[in-house]
Nanobody, 125 residues
Framework: QVQVVESGGGSVQAGGSLRLSCAAS?????????MAWFRQAPGKEREGVAG????????WYADSVKGRFTISQDSAKNTVYLQMNTLKPEDTAMYFC?????????????????WGQGTQVTVSS
């Protein structure tokens, strides 16, 4: 059964940190070699943030978050994390976890089949 559930969002001041979690069913977690995080701000298109290969933990990031965000995974818990540090107001968005990849190594929305409902992150200045 496909299941993707995000958690950990909230409101923080600029410069603060949050850690998002993406808990997947075993079927979803093993539905492909990678998973990813995306975000969508009001009035904007959904954009890729970071991706990770489940076996090797190799990662890739959008330029806008490199050096501030870290994606990781715990196969024992079927969970992918997004550690977000030095948050900026422009990081404010709904954050989505994506699984069931058709292609890995990029951050395109049409590369993923399964999506969670999202968790809201709000960063105030």
């Amino acid at each position: 059964q496909v299941q993707v559930v995000e958690s950990g969002g909230g409101s923080v001041q600029a410069g603060g940190s949050l850690r998002l979690s993406c808990a997947a069913s075993e079927y979803t977690y093993k539905s492909g070699p990678c998973m990813a995080w995306f975000r969508q701000a009001p009035g904007k298109e959904r954009e890729g943030v970071a991706g990770i290969y489940i076996r090797s933990s190799s990662t890739w990031y959008a330029d806008s978050v490199k050096g501030r965000f870290t994606i990781s995974q715990d196969s024992a818990k079927n969970t992918v994390y997004l550690q977000m540090n030095t948050l900026k107001p422009e990081d404010t968005a709904m954050y989505f976890c994506a699984a069931g990849p058709l292609v890995c190594g990029r951050l395109r929305t049409d590369d993923y089949r399964y999506w969670g409902q999202g968790t809201q992150v709000t960063v105030s200045s």
